[in-house]
């Protein structure tokens, strides 16, 4: 009897995490789609490390001019971010869910200045309704590979919406090589 009990308790947790994963899933979806709209470079002074030191990204500091911008697209299946638009190094990335209807796992694919397309996979370990990480799908050939790629993808939102922490970390030889992070304020 306590072992149908058991078992019993076991399949319930396990029918109804997975509705809730689902669920969580979705609502770290929703997030990405807060970032609709234009940004542009925060001050210099509130830059870290050397990714906005150089050009492009230099010449987008003090001014107006988007530096990333965000679009929901497919009737809101999907992201679209644009890292750099109208430069030579323009990035993009488009965020999607696995099925819209029943979301189980986040999914994107980068598309490199360096021209190849990491397929990242939201680590919901890491993630919460202000904090996106998307990490390197290890299923893919160029995630385990030693070529240069996009590994990681971070996206922190301010408590108001209005400014984004963006990291994005380079592995290159089957490691880490660098960390570029951004800081943007939404334009208004």
């Excluded at 679009?71 to 971010?81: C, D, L, P, R, Y």
Aim: glycine share 6%.
């Amino acid at each position: 009897m306590k072992y149908v009990h058991f078992i019993s308790i076991l399949c319930l947790t396990l029918v109804l995490s997975s509705g809730w994963a689902g669920t969580n899933t979705l609502n770290h979806y929703k997030t990405l789609t807060l970032l609709n709209g234009d940004w542009m470079l925060s001050p210099a002074a509130e830059q870290e490390g050397g990714a906005t030191k150089k050009d492009p990204a230099a010449k987008l500091i003090d001014t107006d001019n988007t530096a990333i911008s965000f679009m929901v697209i497919g009737k809101s299946s999907t992201v679209q971010e644009n890292l750099l638009p109208g430069t030579g190094k323009e990035m993009a990335t488009m965020y999607h869910c696995n099925d819209f209807n029943n979301c189980s796992q986040v999914q994107a694919k980068h598309y490199f200045a360096k021209q190849n397309q990491p397929e990242l996979i939201l680590d919901a370990a890491k993630s919460n309704g202000s904090i996106i990480v998307m990490a390197c799908d290890m299923n893919t050939s160029l995630c385990n590979s030693a070529e240069g790629h996009v590994h990681m993808i971070k996206h922190e939102l301010s408590q108001d919406n209005n400014h984004l922490r963006t990291t994005y970390t380079i592995y290159s030889n089957g490691k880490f090589e660098k960390d570029s992070i951004y800081h943007f304020d939404r334009k208004q």
